[in-house]
């Protein structure tokens, strides 16, 4: 049906489809993917984060992913996850590559702006065309093209004298650091602009001084902004996991809020980056500019075609916003089964320990009722790493049982492999997970889980928009199994 409306939608190059999750949007989109690469067309595949783009790229049906389905056809398929330049060249030469978006941008502007040649021929000749690529299948496109539609993905370079900065971040984060009211007013920026004029305190090069004075009212505000985010929720304290820097130091890395993953190769600019890194004790690194970047928008805005597919396309204001922006058509597609999801009543605490206490009794209504026959699995959604490590150690002092048989399961960053990938999910476990685990996570149950009612999702937070509540929930009662969910608030 989706490929039918594609090719007679006439002038309309570009649809958006809203398939309720479970209904296999994976496979309608290495379907669509095929049936643009036989007709000789290149072929991008954004997925929302590098955990989906490795999956469908290189694992088997049979372990969750799509390769041998493209090697039937023999299409190529490939994706650009890789730190390593010449092995994304490699992959750009095959007709279907996945990756997420930031990664196609980066290969873009490295290519285009700085000459390296890393996308080849999949960059459009033909004159006679506004745009430079071929064909963009986006997944979950309501996540690339309006939770971070106004996202900008910056390349940053490296200024010369650049280090001789650091004393200043020094001397403003102890300062900061050390105040009994930290606040941005005029009587602190006027103290921080003679302190720098004091040469025998902080030596900046004359050729930095401008740039200093443009830029101190940003640092000021992002010291005092490094006091308030906080390890575990806005970013983790760990080693670069893509095995590709040799620095084994413990490094700032930033966990982006949609997805739960890690932006290991993004820094916060305005030199809240190095405030971070001096607050935690890791090694400071040296302040980058911007140097080339493009927008979200534009960069979808440069394929011939676009096919969009999730699960949650929005309300009607977003997906008017989205066929404006994009100049593109959108359809529901209905479910092949009827959903035999049960939503419960939601619960809202006034207080951190009813909030855990309500959770736990969820847990033990759900995997260890008094009749066995009704015992079932539990995922439990929270909003940051942080809230995940309470969960779990409330668990364990709880229901200690359950720790020791390992039916107790965390997931929270993306190196690590998820308990159930490839292999089905039985009665009696309890999954912690922060949305890394709410989108494009296909969870198979077993025939005793289905029979006992499916998996139970608990939502222990409120999400920004009823499309993050739809994709977490969308988690059970997947194909026409049973499933059933509820929020449990605070």
Known sequence: MFFLIEYQSGKKKKILAQVSTGEGKSLIVAGMAIFWAISGQKVDVVTSNDVLALRDSTLSVADGGLRDLYEYFKVGVANNCSQSQDDRAKAYNLAVVYGELANFQRDYLLHTFYGLNVLGNRISQWLNRDSDFDCVIVDEVDCMLLDRGSNTLYLSHDIPGMEMLESLYVFIWERIK???????????????????????????????????????????????????????????????????????????????????????????????????????????????????????????????????????????????????????????IPTALPKRFIYKMTKVLKTTESWLSSIIDEIRETVLPGNEEEARSIIIFCRTIKDVNIVHNHIKINFPKLVADNKVHRYIRDYEQFAFEGKQLEIGHVIIATNLAGRGTDIKISKELDNNGGLHICLTYLPQNERITEQAMGRSGRKGAPGSGILILF
């Open 178 to 332: 050390s105040s009994e009211n930290p606040a941005l007013n005029p009587k602190l920026i006027f103290f921080f602009r003679k302190v720098i004029e004091r040469e025998r305190h902080i030596r900046i090069p004359e050729h930095l001084l401008a740039f200093v004075d443009r830029h101190l009212d940003t640092w000021l505000a992002n010291a005092l902004r490094a006091l308030e985010l906080k390890q575990d929720e806005d970013y983790v304290i760990d080693q670069d996991r893509t095995d590709t820097s040799p620095d084994l130091n413990p490094q700032v890395i930033i966990i982006d809020p949609d997805t739960g993953t890690d932006q290991t190769t993004s820094q916060w600019d305005g030199a809240l980056h190095q405030f971070l890194q001096l607050k935690e004790g890791c090694k400071l690194t040296l302040q980058k500019l911007k140097a080339v970047f493009i927008s979200n928008k534009e960069y979808i805005q440069k394929y011939d075609r676009l096919a969009g597919v999730s699960g949650t396309l929005g309300s009607l204001k977003e997906r008017n916003y989205m066929t404006e922006s994009y100049n593109c058509e959108y359809f529901s």
